[in-house]
């Protein structure tokens, strides 16, 4: 058992660390203006047009980094730096969350199953940690694994939602990217397209560790769960 905490451990810090490089490197590339001087809000609204998708409103949303595509109600939602901002950063992030709404409106499937798993996988995060608390008293004071067990399927079903991520944002990224060095009116500069590719590539390892952190934490209930008899 203690390994397994200190697998989690490390995968905290590792989490930590990226998130670290992430903020940094989004910091720095806000700060760098695009030649072209076009808005988040422009970016995403010429790509759009650009891929004939005209029932998707982009908007401006409070907070930082709280950047989504919502395919429930076709809105681009970019933070309020981003919707303004006139950097490599703002381009990158609004370009990334129009793959979204591209990915939307030719099925892309995989973005299909995330969005059919929400719902559930809503719920399920938010009485998890009840149930995990619930089950480990149980187990501690009767024997009885039996609602540890439904910790441990709802622990699987966060993990697998977070892996079905993983396609998702890695192939936003990649169509973000694709547009954005086919359309030189927007980023008419080699250095703007590699560093967004850098930002948009840190941003996606934040999702490769939480899927990773998902996982060590799947290992370490199932293990309580499935080595209670070996005590």
Not at 208 to 225: D, E, H, K
């Amino acid at each position: 058992m203690e390994t397994y905490l200190i697998a989690i451990l490390i995968m905290l810090v590792i989490s930590m660390f990226v998130q670290w490089i992430f903020r940094n490197k989004f910091s720095r590339y806000a700060e760098m203006q695009l030649n072209s001087g076009l808005s988040g809000k422009e970016v995403a609204e010429r790509m759009l047009n650009d891929y004939g998708i005209y029932d998707v409103k982009v908007m401006s949303t409070e907070g930082q980094l709280t950047d989504h595509y919502n395919p429930a109600d076709k809105t681009v939602n970019l933070s309020t730096d981003v919707f303004h901002g006139r950097s490599v950063a703002a381009a990158a992030v609004a370009a990334h969350e129009c793959g979204h709404a591209v990915q939307h409106s030719r099925s892309y499937h995989w973005l299909q199953l995330r969005s059919n798993m929400v719902p559930v996988v809503s719920i399920s995060s938010n009485l998890l940690q009840w149930v995990l608390i619930i089950g480990i008293l149980m187990i501690g004071f009767t024997g009885n694994p039996f609602v540890l067990g439904i910790g441990v399927a709802g622990l699987l079903l966060v993990t697998l939602f977070s892996f079905v991520t993983l396609p998702v944002e890695f192939d936003a990224s990649k169509r973000a990217l694709l547009w954005l060095k086919t359309n030189q009116h927007i980023m008419n500069t080699k250095d703007e397209n590699v560093q967004a590719k850098d930002a948009l590539w840190w941003a996606a390892m934040t999702y490769v560790v939480a899927a990773l952190g998902a996982l060590a934490n799947l290992i370490y209930y199932a293990s309580m769960l499935f080595g209670r008899n070996r005590n």
